[in-house]
């Protein structure tokens, strides 16, 4: 049950007279209408009421449920007064975070702000509000003074104010809701429910008493549902990070180590170095032990992203360049054209520079960052929106889960209106390496788990 089903069950109880129990000492419903009567010919006499045109006996088919019989129908118009008026309003602008009195609208928030006008402010209190377009209710019993239109605020005659306050709550909850249309139309034609005056105190007494027990069960209840909703994906980051720290896998000593693949994957360099496959860049500096997040296995090595695979930035294309005609080569422009780690192409071009081959990492690096996906085509044309991974005798698979470890911290490096990684925030990179083999056992137990974490999503 939600706390708002919470609320209606407990309010329902309270309107039926299901809450307390009757105490024949305390009168009648009936008897009280009369008292509410006397007193409006009493405010009608002074000029604090208008007198208005008798409203229609309620049917029996108009009533919702059934009361207790000393209780009796009224039509809300029956036993309010309205207050507060142009008169009482100030201009959203003139509205400010500090000020002598509290400025009060139709909005989900008690208070808006504050303002200095004394001249402006309501003091016939304690009253209850009815936002006309938002269906909000609040208890008003402070000097304030009205900041926006579409509020109905209501002084109780001769009713405890708390009553009408409760009972406002529940019923605007079960109002059609019109969007932001209005909607006193409809809660005028609400019967509500007068028991004694005294059996009202009793009630909202009782309600009082349950209210801060339910507003705690809905805290508890949002925190748990905020922790469903987190679980799946923080599930997949522990898996992950576990994945990358040595701890998913055991190791096999027939497979050697990091610092052998790394060796290994050094030499591959300098031969597609020299046989100019791979341009000579600058050495990346060494890893400080700052820099290394977490402990990970003896048999396992830290290098840099930058030291195991090549990196290609895109390039994008005025349109004059691209097709939508299948002629060419595809053209990748950014984030749109990945979506569940799959390519979509939609674009080509005739005229390629920037050229992504079949089986390296795209990444998105500006406007949505982290979007991952393994390039199956033989070769695309990316955009500046993109990079391409290429490994260098490491698996592409373990790279790509690698870089989903990673997104959090290089959205944190993304720079100007439109965010953006630069090549050094993913070549410097501090990446665990262990040896071939073990990775290729890191990615089938990584294949198996997530998608199990991705289900209870």
């Known amino acids: 049950m939600t706390a708002q089903e919470l609320k209606n069950s407990v309010l329902r109880r309270a309107f039926r007279g299901e809450l307390v129990e009757r105490r024949a000492e305390e009168g009648t419903g009936a008897e009280l209408l009369r008292q509410i009567e006397a007193e409006k010919a009493s405010l009608t006499k002074a000029g604090k009421l208008k007198k208005e045109k008798p409203l229609p006996p309620i049917t029996e088919e108009e009533k919702p449920f059934e009361i207790p019989e000393h209780w009796t129908w009224v039509w809300l ?34 208070i ?24 909000n209710v609040k208890y008003i019993d402070f000097p304030f003074v009205i900041s926006a239109d579409g509020t109905k605020f209501m002084k109780a005659i001769v009713v405890n104010p708390k009553y009408l306050f409760f009972w406002l709550l529940w019923t605007a909850e079960q109002l059609r809701n ?22 009202q105190a009793r009630i909202v007494a009782k309600l009082e008493e349950i209210w801060p027990e339910i507003e705690r069960y809905a805290a508890a209840r949002d925190e748990l549902e905020a922790l469903n909703r987190r679980f799946p994906n923080d599930l997949r980051k522990a898996v992950l990070q576990s994945a990358i720290r040595g701890e998913l896998v055991e190791r096999r ?46 048999h396992w090595t830290w290098t840099r992203l930058g030291e195991i695979g090549r990196l290609l930035s895109g390039q994008d294309m005025p349109p004059s360049l691209y097709n939508a005609n299948r002629l060419g080569i595809p053209y990748i422009t950014g984030a749109s054209n990945i979506e569940d780690s799959q390519v979509i192409i939609n674009r080509w071009t005739e005229s390629p520079k920037a050229v992504a081959t079949c089986g390296c990492l795209l990444l998105t690096c500006k406007g949505t960052v982290g979007k991952t996906a393994i390039l199956k085509e033989q070769q695309v044309h990316i955009a500046r929106q993109l990079m391409a991974i290429t490994p260098i005798l490491v698996g592409v698979r373990y790279i790509r889960f690698f870089i989903e470890t990673q997104i959090d911290f290089l ?27 073990e990775q290729a056992r890191i990615v089938a137990k990584l294949e198996e788990i997530l998608p199990l974490c991705d289900r209870l999503r």
């Open 253 to 298: 000593d027939e497979e050697g180590t990091g610092a052998e693949l790394l060796k290994q994957i050094e030499a591959e360099k300098a031969s597609l170095t020299k046989a100019g496959k791979l341009k000579k860049e600058k050495p990346l500096p060494p890893i400080t032990d700052e820099e290394k997040p977490f402990d990970i296995p003896e």
């Open 112 to 135: 808006d702000g504050y303002c200095d006008c004394p001249e402006k402010v309501v003091q016939d209190l304690p009253l209850v509000m009815f936002g006309d377009h938002t269906r």
């Open 77 to 110: 118009l029956e036993v309010v007064r309205s207050v507060g008026g142009k008169e009482n309003q100030i201009l959203a602008k003139e509205v400010k975070k500090t000020g002598a009195f509290p400025a009060v609208s139709q909005g989900q928030q008690l």
């Open 178 to 199: 019109r969007g932001y249309a209005r909607h006193f139309s409809l809660l005028k034609q609400r019967p509500l429910p007068l028991p004694p005056l005294a059996e």
């Open 411 to 437: 959205k944190s490096q993304a720079k100007s209106m439109i965010p953006g990684i630069e090549r050094k925030n993913v070549l410097n990179l501090p990446i665990p390496l262990p040896p071939l083999a």
